[in-house]
């Protein structure tokens, strides 16, 4: 469907604003969102160790807080294990596993509290049929599919259209980048779900203080806006490859 709108010569148009777009206008987009990208991290980093030095009164682990979460939706076929690595915690659907990091899984502080519930908050959507998580995916196998050969076909087609002028393939291979940016589009509401049911969960429950839950609410917040950076970057990429082929076609 992507790849059929960009032939199709829709956004061409000549008061469309992406027909006027060039190149090296969208190359620009990306640099901003890339640097954007790399000023979120380093805050999420920091807001992330700041509460990680931060103990929860409780005096639980990010390990026992998800077991507690786990069970108070009625879920039991979840399990909770230990990966390596910073920032490494996700949920995988295939295995049901929350996967929790180092700085996570046995630490007793805010910052785990917040990433553990978060990943339960995926599991919840899981076996509540969340439609976005299943949408998302679903897309896996296809995006992974798709990035890793994008550019090839794009380049293949750039080669092609020199000689025959033909810019098919080079549409084929903007419709798979198109792809990531769905995805990344499609995570964005997936992830923010989860940390709201996070935060509502440890409200709720009276796990967390109040002015704890303020430092929960802090850490989810930057880890979303990763994400959403994600998205912003795949849309960038989306428009330089578009321009690119739009210009030399």
């Not at 390596?84 to 990091?101: F, I, Q, R, W």
């Not at 589009?185 to 509502?200: F, G, H, I, K, Q």
Request: hydrophobic content about 45%.
């Amino acid at each position: 469907m992507i790849t059929t709108l960009l032939q199709s010569g829709y956004y061409e148009q000549g008061s469309s604003w992406l027909s006027n777009l060039t190149t090296s206008e969208a190359f620009f987009i990306i640099i901003i969102v890339a640097v954007a990208g790399m000023i979120v991290q380093a805050r999420l980093r920091s807001v992330f160790n700041k509460y990680s030095n931060v103990p929860l009164s409780n005096g639980m682990s990010g390990a026992e807080i998800a077991a507690k979460m786990l069970r108070d939706h009625n879920i039991h076929d979840v399990q909770i294990t230990h990966t390596s690595g910073m920032l490494t915690d996700h949920y995988n659907p295939a295995t049901k596993t929350v996967n929790l990091s180092d700085a996570v899984y046995s630490s007793r502080s805010i910052a785990a509290a917040a990433v553990a519930c978060h990943e339960c908050g995926h599991a919840i959507q899981h076996a509540q049929g969340y439609a976005p998580l299943q949408l998302r995916s679903a897309l896996v196998p296809i995006v992974s599919f798709s990035s890793s050969v994008a550019q090839l076909v794009i380049i293949i087609g750039l080669i092609l259209m020199s000689i025959s002028g033909s810019s098919l393939i080079c549409w084929i291979g903007v419709g798979m980048i198109g792809m990531s940016a769905v995805f990344s589009l499609v995570t964005l509401p997936v992830e923010y779900n989860a940390s709201d049911r996070a935060l509502e969960w440890l409200e709720g429950s009276r796990t967390l203080r109040a002015e704890e839950m303020d430092g929960a609410r802090t850490s989810l917040r930057w880890a979303a806006r990763t994400y959403l950076v994600a998205a912003l970057s795949a849309i960038a990429s989306l428009l330089y490859y578009i321009t690119l082929i739009n210009r030399r076609d």
